[in-house]
C-alpha cells in the first residue's frame, strides 16, 4: 500500500463532497496530487462535483474507496460527528488523514485515532487553519523571539452571522464548530497545558446547541484566556465571506495577546480592502481562502500543502501535532460541559505547545 514517498505525487481520496469538500478540491488544484476518487452518501451532489473538479470516480461511502482505489491519503471533509469514525476508518486502512476541524466530538475519539496513527505508523493532520494564517503564525514568531516577555493572558473571540446558526444550531455545539479555532491558538500561543475551565452559554435561536458561549481557561504556566463565540452577527453587517466558499456572511474575529512587555492585537478581517455597493459592503477574506489569479490560496491552500508535505515525508509533523489537536478536544469537551452543568472543570497533565 503505497504511504506517500518522497518525490511521488501523492493520491488523495476525498470523504464530503458538501461545500467545503468542494473548496478543498480547488484548493488542491496545483498541488502535487491527484484526486484519484471521491465519496459521499448524496449521489446527486458526488456526480456533481466530481464532474465540475474532474474527479474520476466517485463511492457513496469511504469503505467502498477504500476497497477499490489506491490512495495515500484520505482528505475528512464530511460533517462534524462522523470525523473521528472516517478518520480511524482510513487510517486502519493505512492510509494517511487529513481532517478537518473539529478532530473528534469526544477526547475519548480524539485519543484513539492518536493510538491508531502510531499504531499504523501514519500521520493526521487536523485542519485547525488558523495555524497556517500569515497573522496568527506572526503572533507565534513574536512570542517565541521573546521581545514581548512572557505572556499573561488571550482574549479571543469569534462571531458569526445569525442566520448560518440554522445550519448548525440543532447539529453542533458552537465550541466545536467556531470555539475550537480559538482553543486551538490558546493551546499554541500560551505554551502550556490547560487546567481548568469555566464556561457559560446562553440561547436566543431556541435550537438545541447555545447560540453564544463564553469561556476561561487556566495553563499551567499562569496564563489566561479569554474564548467566547456568538451567532448573533445581525444580516445587515459587512459581508466578509462573499466569494469562493459559496456562503455569504460575516465572520468577526479578533485575538489579542497580553504580555509582560507588550501587546499583540490582530483581527481576522480588515477594512482596508472594502467593495461599497448598494446592497452593501463586502470585506473579502484574504487571510483564510482567498482566490488569487483564479486559484485559492491563503491558509487553506497551504495547510493542505502542509499535509501534502507530511504525507511524503518531506517535512515533519511540527505545525499541528497530532497531540496538540488532541489537548484542543480536550479542552472543548471540557468546556461544553463546564457551561453545561455550570462547574468548574480541572483537568488532569496535558500537552504543551
Not at 512572557?150 to 442566520?163: P, Y
Amino acid at each position: 500500500m503505497p504511504a506517500g514517498r518522497p518525490g511521488d505525487r501523492l493520491r488523495i481520496g476525498l470523504a464530503g463532497a458538501g461545500r467545503f469538500g468542494a473548496l478543498h478540491l480547488r484548493a488542491l488544484d496545483g498541488l502535487p496530487v491527484e484526486v484519484a476518487a471521491l465519496c459521499d452518501p448524496d449521489p446527486a451532489r458526488a456526480a456533481e462535483v466530481a464532474a465540475r473538479h474532474g474527479v474520476p470516480r466517485r463511492y457513496p461511502t469511504l469503505a467502498e474507496l477504500l476497497r477499490s482505489e489506491e490512495v495515500d491519503l484520505v482528505d475528512v471533509v464530511s460533517d462534524e460527528a462522523s470525523h473521528a469514525e472516517l478518520a480511524a476508518e482510513a487510517l486502519e486502512a493505512g492510509r494517511h488523514v487529513f481532517v478537518e476541524k473539529p478532530l473528534a466530538l469526544s477526547t475519548a475519539g480524539a485519543e484513539r485515532l492518536a493510538a491508531l496513527a502510531a499504531d499504523r505508523d501514519r500521520t493526521v493532520v487536523t485542519g485547525q487553519i488558523s495555524r497556517f494564517g500569515a497573522p496568527y503564525a506572526h503572533v507565534r514568531a513574536v512570542l517565541d523571539s521573546g521581545e514581548l516577555g512572557r505572556v499573561v493572558a488571550l482574549r479571543l473571540r469569534r462571531d458569526f452571522s445569525r442566520d448560518w446558526f440554522t445550519s448548525f444550531g440543532d447539529r453542533v455545539h458552537p465550541v466545536w464548530e467556531s470555539g475550537i479555532h480559538d482553543i486551538d491558538l490558546a493551546v499554541w500561543w500560551a505554551g502550556a497545558p490547560c487546567t481548568r475551565v469555566r464556561a457559560v452559554a446562553r440561547s436566543l435561536s431556541g435550537r438545541r446547541h447555545p447560540d453564544t458561549f463564553s469561556s476561561i481557561l487556566e495553563f499551567a504556566n499562569g496564563v489566561v484566556a479569554t474564548i467566547e463565540s456568538a451567532w448573533l452577527v445581525p444580516r445587515g453587517a459587512p459581508q466578509t465571506l462573499k466569494g469562493a466558499l459559496e456562503l455569504d456572511g460575516t465572520i468577526d474575529a479578533s485575538a489579542e495577546v497580553l504580555c509582560e512587555r507588550g501587546t499583540v492585537k490582530q483581527r481576522l478581517v480588515s477594512d482596508g480592502l472594502g467593495v461599497w455597493t448598494d446592497d452593501g459592503v463586502v470585506h473579502p477574506e484574504t487571510i483564510l481562502w482567498p482566490t488569487v489569479h483564479g486559484r485559492i490560496s491563503g491558509a487553506l491552500r497551504d495547510e493542505l500543502a502542509y499535509a501534502v508535505e507530511v504525507a511524503r515525508g518531506e517535512r515533519p509533523h511540527d505545525v499541528i501535532p497530532l497531540d496538540q489537536a488532541v489537548e484542543g478536544i480536550r479542552i472543548a469537551e471540557a468546556v461544553e460541559r463546564a457551561a453545561r452543568t455550570g462547574e468548574t472543570v480541572e483537568l488532569g497533565a496535558g500537552v504543551a505547545a
